[in-house]
């Protein structure tokens, strides 16, 4: 199984600031990889696939990067409606498909 | 528009057993697989498995192996998931979201339903 191992835990930013979240995998998940953001109550939604694409809708602040085993998704400039939590998912090697264990972006 | 409607809450007695349905709309249904996954209170999310509507065909975590059981009904859009043997730990959201389609069953999932609250407790 893979694991994935985010960080940091738990990032304390304000609005216009840049927030840059890791995810690092046990062995090489190539670039499936994807990037999801959960509110609270509400559903995780699909922000990043394949490492680099964004999904339909997603905003432009929003980029991901990387390949093999380190990623990262950057927010270029956070909106007041960015501070949730986020995780990692890799589909390379499943089952299992796996997730990271999360990162909280929270309000400074 | 694509969407994925999933039951109502649910209370079941340890032991028991537990059926949350997933109605899809809008889209060609058996033309996309279809997860599932978990998160229990406070925590990250849990994958559980996939079908293939399809064909049926389905694939489980080890963890859920023997107590997991995915179906479909291509009639009315509608996939299941029975989790039998409850016990306190399986007290969580369940999701269902969309996969890949055709040869792209890697793709990340797109959709997912609102999710469907399962208690747990004697």
């Known amino acids: 199984e893979i694991v994935l191992t985010q960080s940091p835990a738990t990032l304390s930013l304000s609005p216009g600031e840049r927030a840059t979240l890791s995810c690092r995998a046990s062995?090489?998940?190539?670039?499936?990889l994807a990037w999801y953001q959960q509110k609270p109550g509400q559903a995780p939604r699909l922000l990043i696939y394949?490492?680099?694409n964004r999904a339909t809708g997603i905003p432009a602040r929003f980029s991901g990067s990387g390949s093999g085993t380190d990623f990262t998704l950057t927010i270029s400039s956070l909106e007041p409606e960015d501070f949730a939590v986020y995780y990692c998912?890799?589909?390379?090697?499943?089952?299992?498909?796996?997730f990271g264990q999360g990162t909280r972006l929270e309000l400074k | 528009q694509v969407q994925l409607v999933q039951s109502g809450a649910e209370v079941k007695k340890p032991g028991a057993s537990v059926k949350v349905s997933c109605k899809a709309s809008?889209?060609?249904?058996?033309?996309?697989?279809m997860h599932w996954v978990r998160q229990a209170p406070g925590q990250g999310l849990e994958w559980m498995g996939i079908i293939n509507p399809g064909g049926d065909s389905t694939s489980y975590a080890q963890k859920f192996q023997g107590r997991v059981t995915m179906t479909r009904d291509t009639s009315t859009s509608t996939v299941y998931m029975e989790l039998s043997s409850l016990r306190s730990e399986d007290t969580a959201v369940y999701y269902c979201?969309?996969?890949?389609?055709?040869?792209?069953?890697?793709?990340?999932?797109?959709?997912w339903g609102q999710g469907t609250m399962v208690t747990v407790s004697s």
């Open positions: 394949d490492a680099s």
């Open positions: 062995q090489s998940v190539s670039s499936f």
């Open positions: 998912q890799q589909r390379i090697n499943w089952p299992p498909i796996t």
């Open positions: 979201a969309r996969g890949g389609s055709g040869s792209r069953i890697n793709d990340a999932f797109d959709i």
């Open positions: 809008d889209y060609t249904f058996t033309s996309y697989y």
